[in-house]
């Protein structure tokens, strides 16, 4: 089992949608975790962070659910430029030395 | 911008050579990382630098090195270079201290032919 997973995507959704990507994880000893956005042939860029139950930012809302090891990341009001592949990853504490770990990310197209 | 820069942008070697690629942390940050990613794939962790040690490791071989320089600039080298090796290598920099989020340079892109 892979230690991040992600929907496999990919999402093409009409501007103004609102959409939601999901990902598991398996290191049940993970104490941080993030959603980072790429865009194509471009570095990973922080979307948000995800410390405690879930946060805000704008029209992002990421979710964290320990008990079932489940991380979400909910957008609303789509636009145009949201469109790229959006990675879960965990920082999985055990580690001692902040590996992060990615999934393969979710595709997201915004369509006019 | 992240304020991290790598260099070269882009690469191309043969198999069996050796390669060094260059990372500048974001002012302030004395932990640098190191990720392959390949195409279609997610980052994968490489190794991290912290006050010029290496500071964790992920599943890759021995050929697979680094350094970290007193400015906390970084270096990666491959040798023996392999068709596998193909892929975007990102360097990411932090801040020991206090937290765990790590901001990405541009990468650089090598193709092993």
């Known amino acids: 089992r892979k230690e991040v997973e992600q929907d496999p995507g990919p999402f093409n959704v009409p501007e103004g949608a609102t959409v939601a990507f999901n990902c598991t994880y398996s290191?049940?000893?993970?104490?941080?975790f993030f959603w980072y956005r790429q865009d194509c042939r471009k570095e990973p860029k922080l979307l948000m962070s995800?410390?405690?139950s879930g946060n805000e930012d704008g029209r992002f809302t990421a979710q964290l659910n320990r008990a079932s090891q489940y991380i979400s990341l909910l957008i609303r009001d789509s636009k145009l430029s949201d469109s790229a592949t959006y990675l879960c990853?965990?920082?999985?504490?055990?580690?001692?030395?902040?590996?992060?770990?990615f999934g393969k990310g979710t595709k997201l197209s915004v369509i006019p | 911008e992240t304020g991290v820069t790598q260099s070269p942008t882009h690469l191309i070697k043969t198999r069996g050579q050796q390669v060094t690629l260059r990372c500048s942390s974001q002012?302030?940050?004395?932990?640098v990382s190191w990720y392959q990613q390949a195409l279609g794939q997610g980052p994968q962790f490489i190794f991290q630098y912290y006050r010029e040690e290496e500071n964790g490791r992920g599943n890759f071989p021995p050929r697979f090195s680094g350094l970290q320089f007193p400015n906390y600039s970084s270096e990666l080298n491959v040798n023996a270079l392999e068709l596998d090796d193909s892929a975007l290598y990102l360097c990411?920099?932090?801040?020991?201290?206090?937290?765990?989020?790590?901001?990405f340079g541009p990468g650089t892109r090598l193709t092993v032919l």
């Open positions: 990853v965990a920082n999985p504490s055990g580690a001692g030395s902040y590996q992060l770990t």
């Open positions: 995800v410390y405690s």
């Open positions: 990411a920099s932090s801040a020991r201290e206090g937290t765990d989020t790590q901001y």
């Open positions: 002012s302030g940050h004395n932990t």
């Open positions: 290191n049940s000893a993970s104490q941080s």
